[in-house]
Structure formats: C-alpha cells, structure tokens
C-alpha cells in the first residue's frame, strides 16, 4: 500500500504533452517509474484471433493489462485519430500509438499519473495553491453528455464492456473492471439507457456464473 501512496504523489507534469484539450503522459517515463517501483512490473496486450486490437464495425478497441505488486489492471481505449475520432482501418502506425497510450492508462490504474485522467493539476497530497473564493461553476453530468456529441463513441464504449465479458475469468475481474470505468458508465447510463441497462444484465448474468477469483 506504501508504494502505491508514493505513486499516487509523483508529479507527472514535466512529462505530459497537451493536445486538443487532453493531456498525455509520456509512456517510456511512466513504465519506467513502473519498474523502479516493482522490478517485476509486466504487461499483456490482448490478442483477437491473433490481432492486438478488437475489430468493432470497422474501427479498433485495445486492450492492455499492466501488472504491478501481483495485481493485474485492465484497460480499453479506441483507436482515435487527432481529433479522438475512432479511425475506420487503422494502420500498424496507429494501433501502436494506442497501444502505448492504453498502456499508460492502466499504469494510472496502479497509481502513475491517476489524477491526470480526473482532471486535476496536481496530486492530491501535494500542496496545491490557494484556491480563489469565486467558485468556477462544475458542470452537470448532463452538460457533459450534452457536450459529448459522439455518440458511436458511446455506443463503442457499451460493446466493448459486453465483450470484455466473454474474456473475463473471475467475478472478481469483472468487478475491478466496472470500478475502473465508472464515469464512461455514468455517461453510458445517461445517454444510452437502453444499452446501459444491457450492459448491467451481462453483467449480473456473468457475476453469477463466473468463479470468485481466478483458479477456482
């Protein structure tokens, strides 16, 4: 747990690049912080018939599990283009990119450069400067949805969870895996109700059949 508290601390920002509004963390930085803190830190692209993407009505899903102190984190991403548009046919160019990205992504899972991903400045046991008395108004998770116009972003996400289910091996993964995605679910939920109600019967039928944990 002490190890995961440090990660959580490291400041990541002379190591972000910005595009179109998103941050990027350096993947070769951040596998590196990886190994320093757990020699022994590994990890795993899924492969689908043989090709390391998931093929879905032409555009790509990736899938990357990062492995540190013995926990296995699981990841997804989209195979996007420079405006985060999924891209129909990627090349090997662009399935590489993701790939690393994905990476970085469940890196952040185990604690590298987490705080990023929700939107903060720095992390959360660092001293932060003053905040200023006039509070910026947050936004509601309906001006976020409304904000968000892709909806075959949406609906990708909504699959993608449905066919994480048929290579899930234990409850316990299916659950980590829902922790891990909650604020696509919450968008899911709030502009596609009928595919997220779809997604949590999958899910519920899986929790029943699955095994508690791996090897039982």
Same mark, same amino acid.
């Given at each position: 747990? +002490? %190890?995961?508290?440090?990660? *959580?601390?490291?400041?990541?920002? @002379?190591?972000?690049?910005?595009?179109?509004?998103?941050?990027?963390?350096?993947?070769? #930085?951040?596998?590196?912080?990886?190994?320093?803190? @757990?020699?022994?830190?590994?990890?795993?692209?899924? *492969?689908?018939?043989?090709?390391?993407?998931?093929?879905?009505?032409?555009?790509?899903?990736? #899938?990357?599990?990062?492995?540190?102190?013995?926990?296995?984190?699981? !990841?997804?991403?989209?195979?996007?283009?420079?405006?985060?548009?999924?891209?129909?046919?990627? @090349?090997?160019?662009?399935?590489?990119?993701?790939?690393?990205? !994905?990476?970085? %992504?469940? *890196?952040? *899972?185990?604690?590298?450069?987490?705080?990023?991903?929700?939107?903060?400045?720095? /992390?959360?046991?660092?001293?932060? /400067?003053?905040? =200023?008395?006039?509070?910026? /108004?947050?936004?509601?998770?309906?001006?976020?949805?409304?904000?968000?116009? +892709?909806?075959?972003?949406?609906?990708?996400?909504?699959? =993608?969870?449905?066919?994480?289910?048929?290579? !899930?091996?234990?409850?316990?993964?299916?659950? =980590?895996?829902?922790? &891990?995605?909650?604020?696509?679910?919450?968008?899911?939920?709030?502009?596609?109700? &009928?595919?997220?109600? %779809?997604?949590?019967?999958?899910?519920?039928?899986?929790?029943?059949?699955? /095994?508690?944990? %791996?090897?039982?």
């Amino acid at each position: 747990m +002490d %190890k995961i508290l440090e990660l *959580l601390k490291l400041n990541v920002k @002379d190591h972000t690049e910005k595009k179109n509004g998103l941050s990027y963390l350096s993947w070769a #930085w951040a596998w590196t912080e990886a190994l320093k803190a @757990d020699s022994n830190a590994s990890f795993e692209v899924t *492969l689908f018939n043989g090709v390391p993407f998931m093929d879905i009505n032409g555009t790509g899903m990736v #899938w990357v599990t990062v492995t540190m102190f013995g926990k296995p984190m699981t !990841c997804f991403l989209p195979i996007m283009d420079h405006r985060n548009k999924p891209i129909q046919k990627p @090349d090997a160019f662009q399935v590489n990119t993701s790939l690393m990205r !994905c990476m970085t %992504k469940a *890196l952040a *899972l185990h604690g590298i450069g987490l705080y990023i991903y929700a939107g903060e400045d720095l /992390p959360e046991q660092e001293d932060a /400067p003053a905040k =200023s008395e006039v509070k910026t /108004p947050v936004k509601t998770l309906e001006a976020k949805v409304r904000d968000d116009k +892709d909806d075959a972003n949406i609906a990708l996400f909504g699959q =993608s969870m449905i066919d994480f289910v048929g290579i !899930c091996k234990s409850g316990q993964d299916l659950m =980590s895996y829902w922790k &891990a995605n909650q604020e696509q679910i919450e968008r899911l939920q709030a502009n596609n109700a &009928a595919l997220y109600e %779809k997604v949590v019967h999958v899910f519920k039928t899986a929790r029943a059949d699955l /095994p508690a944990t %791996k090897g039982e």
